[in-house]
């Protein structure tokens, strides 16, 4: 299958030549389809908290002990889809032809002042005019003024106030002072970027990090980190053969985010935030966006803490057939039955019970905000079926849903909320020892897409999501968060939303 030039290849890579032969043969099993047994709901798998119990989860997160804590931001993507709209518009443009009213393009300039990145010496006073359509639009795409169309989201101007703006990654900072700083007063962020855009990361760091930390009293620490070229998947053509470009060579394509959970395992703090870069809002709606992060962090910390009792309680039990073991393990049964949805199955022997309890219990800890669903993209919770019998919290993608399933699209359609991406993880045992997060990931809940290469069909890999099946047998917790809490700039309109401006 592979000739000396593409075993060079793979292995100047980081992989081997045994790893890709297992994903091309991936691509000729599939992957199976995941067992729903239904749609995490309010009335079970989704904790709606009263206000009491947000009080609570905040207090706890302010004196509950951690071995440090930290922001983790994917920020690897370029913002190409952001602007996706505006490139077709600036065609049309390009060829002679007016864009139609209320068109991206013509939102985009006739709105241009809202914008944070408007200045009157680049774009000038709007006019309701061809020219200056396809002028707006060529100053934000091209090296002709901002180049957006090339750039990540994470540098791109998102927020104007009286006395700046503000990038998405300089928001993240922002918002990491307010909720993420450690008892010495420091700031750790991990943010995942691209090396190619590592300068313009830097450089917007540089900007503003010395007026930040003057002005909110703390100490950023900053890690730029890759995603590894030894997790790039190997593409096929629509036969599963492997997808070689004009010149012969091989074609590997990144693998989605969920190859981020090797840079996930390289974080030494126990408590970690994660949340999209794309995924931030004006300063004034901060006070409510932090609220909401200490509830999660905090129900993420009572949570690791009541596990931790259980797993200290099993090793005082020196005998499993005694009545003392056989009660906790009752009751070990029914809290992870109520408060993660795991039920197990039955065990010939106590101790075999006892294991298996403890395996359920010994595991990384996240907890989920889920909101409310109102037609926004994004992959939604559902209890499902393990391999090993039990069951379990999961974050599904719509690839991931059998569409021929009546059961899997009945529990669809019953689902009441999705996944915005804002997660509490919690990466130590009860110990004191880091995961190897890799030992949690189901290497079965990865999927197939279509995509294409310079007009050429092709299949790519996508490996388990970071919060999808790279986290497939972490304990889960889902928490209602507000709606509000939400605000990702998926186009660049979304920035005219009322979230993103003054």
């Known amino acids: 299958m592979f000739n000396q030039e593409d075993t060079k290849m793979i292995t100047s890579r980081g992989s081997s030549v045994k790893v890709v032969e297992a994903q091309v043969e991936r691509f000729k099993k599939g992957f199976p389809w995941i067992r729903i047994i239904g749609p995490a709901t309010p009335e079970r798998g989704i904790d709606v908290l009263s206000a009491e119990e947000e009080k609570d989860a905040v207090e706890y997160c302010g004196k509950a002990e951690m071995a440090g804590k930290c922001k983790f931001v994917p920020a690897s993507g370029a913002a190409s889809r952001m602007f996706k709209d505006i490139f077709a518009g600036l065609s049309e443009l390009e060829g002679g032809k007016d864009v139609a009213p209320g068109s991206a393009v013509d939102r985009l300039s006739s709105s241009i002042e809202k914008f944070a990145f408007y200045t009157p010496e680049l774009f000038g006073k709007p006019e309701d005019s061809m020219e200056y359509r396809k ?6 795409l091209t090296d002709e003024g901002l180049a957006y169309g090339s750039k990540p989201k994470g540098v791109i101007l998102f927020h104007r106030y009286v006395d700046e703006v503000r990038t998405a990654f300089a928001e993240h900072l922002v918002e990491a002072q ?20 590592r300068e313009l990361f830097e450089a917007a760091l540089a900007a503003v990090k010395e007026k930040f930390e003057k002005r909110y009293g703390v100490k950023y620490n900053i890690s730029f980190t890759y995603q590894s070229k030894a997790t790039d998947t190997i593409a096929v053509d629509m036969k599963d053969r492997p997808f070689r470009k004009d010149d012969g060579s091989l074609l590997f394509r990144p693998a989605g985010h969920g190859a981020l959970i090797y840079n996930l395992n390289d974080v030494d703090d126990e408590v970690v935030s994660i949340k999209n870069i794309d995924n931030v809002s004006n300063e004034r709606l901060l006070p409510l966006t932090a609220k909401y992060k200490k509830v999660l962090m905090g129900r993420a910390l009572i949570l690791r803490d009541r596990i931790f009792s259980y797993l200290r309680a099993l090793d005082a039990e020196a005998d499993p057939k005694a009545p003392s073991c056989h009660r906790l393990c009752d009751e070990i049964e029914s809290f992870l039955d109520r408060e993660l949805c795991t039920q197990v199955p ?3 022997t106590a101790s075999a019970r006892v294991a298996l309890l403890r395996s359920k ?3 990384p800890i996240r907890v989920c905000g889920m909101v409310r669903n109102q037609g926004e993209p994004g992959g939604g919770p559902f209890v499902v079926g393990l391999k090993d019998g039990s069951t379990s919290l999961q974050i599904l993608e719509g690839a991931q849903i059998n569409k021929d399933d009546a059961g899997a699209m009945e529990a669809l359609s019953r689902a009441t909320h999705f996944n915005p991406v804002d997660l509490v993880c919690c990466l130590r045992n009860y110990k004191g020892e880091k995961f190897d997060l890799l030992k949690y990931v189901d290497e079965d809940a990865g999927f ?11 299949k790519a890999l996508e490996l388990p999501g970071l919060w999808n099946g790279s986290m497939s047998d972490w304990n889960t917790q889902f928490v209602e968060v507000p709606v509000e809490t939400f605000n990702p700039v998926k186009v660049v309109l979304d920035l005219l939303r009322p979230a993103h401006q003054g």
Do not use: F
């Open 135 to 140: 002028s707006v639009a060529s100053k934000v």
């Open 178 to 197: 307010e909720y993420m700083k450690n008892a010495d007063g420091s700031c750790n962020l991990v943010v995942t970027i691209s090396p190619e855009h």
């Open 346 to 348: 039955l065990t010939t």
């Open 361 to 363: 219990l010994d595991r």
């Open 448 to 458: 197939i897409s279509s995509k294409s290469w310079q007009g050429r069909e092709l």
